[in-house]
């Protein structure tokens, strides 16, 4: 089994454990560090600003056991091309690079695959903050 599938089952069955009562939009993310992974799912709140995206789930799972670099990403979601939001995105490029793998699969397993870049051109990134 590949990472991106295993990457997909563990995104899939995370998915079902997503707290999405006001959107019923469920999303499932697994990411690939260091040969681990790590899930997350969305987390809606009834103060909409306060929840939290799938990805955002799976990135802090990763820092929290350690993990720096985020290798490959899948999200999935009962729609044909789920890409992540851009604050998504912005998370991603902190710990990943311009050719980091961000994968978009539906439930069937269908799955589309991007560069960070090609979601996510121009980042604001380190270099940024130390220029200022
Ligand atoms: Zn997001």
């Given at each position: 089994m590949s990472y991106k599938d295993k990457l997909f089952a563990s995104a899939l069955e995370c998915r079902?454990?997503?707290?999405?009562?006001?959107?019923?939009?469920a999303v499932g993310a697994a990411v690939l560090c260091n040969r681990e992974i790590y899930v997350g799912c969305n987390v809606e709140n009834v103060?909409?600003?306060c929840g939290n995206c799938a990805e955002s789930g799976a990135i802090s799972a990763m820092v929290a056991n350690g993990g720096r670099k985020i290798e490959e990403i899948l999200i999935v979601a009962d729609t044909d091309n789920i890409v992540p939001c851009g604050n998504c995105l912005q998370k991603i490029a902190e710990f990943g690079n311009a050719e980091t793998l961000v994968h978009s699969a539906d439930l069937s397993g269908n799955i589309r695959t991007y560069t960070l870049s090609q979601l996510l051109p121009h980042n604001f990134n380190a270099k940024e903050v130390k220029n200022a």
């Open positions: 079902l454990k997503a707290y999405a009562p006001y959107s019923k939009f103060s909409y600003p």
